[in-house]
C-alpha cells in the first residue's frame, strides 16, 4: 500500500481472542495470539473500491509480524501491526478481484469461486 493510500478502519472490535502454545513437556515454541475483527461494510478501500459487506477478519501474530486473512479466499495481508496487516489484506482483496476481473474467461473453478466470493465483498 503506497504511503499516499490510507484504508479508514473503525476502532477495534475484538470478538475473540485466544492464545496457545506447546503443551508443558515438549520444546516451546511462540505463542500464536488471535484475534477476531469485525469490519463494516462501507470502508472506503483505495480508487473507487469499497466493502460492500461486511468481513470477519482473523489477525494473528507470527514471529515479528501480523497476518491477517479471511477464511473464503487464499490471501492474506502482512505488517508490523495487526492494522497495517488489515490494511494490506484489504488492498490485497482488491487486487486479487482485478486480477481474476482480467482473466474471468479463463478461470478455473477454484479460482471462479474466489471471484464470486470475492464481488459478494467489494464493490466499486
Known sequence: MSASTRVNIPPRTVLSRASSSEPA????????????????????????????????VVIRTEENHFVANVPFVDEYGLGATGEAALEDL????????????RRESRLSEPLKRDL?????????
Open 25 to 56: 513437556g515438549l520444546p516451546v515454541g511462540p505463542t500464536v495470539s488471535l484475534e477476531l475483527r469485525y469490519i463494516p461494510a462501507g470502508i472506503p478501500i483505495r480508487a473507487g473500491w469499497r466493502l460492500a459487506s461486511s468481513l470477519m
Open 90 to 101: 484489504l488492498t490485497s482483496l482488491v487486487d486479487y478481484l482485478e486480477s481474476l476481473l
Open 116 to 124: 464470486e466470493n470475492l464481488k459478494k465483498v467489494l464493490a466499486k
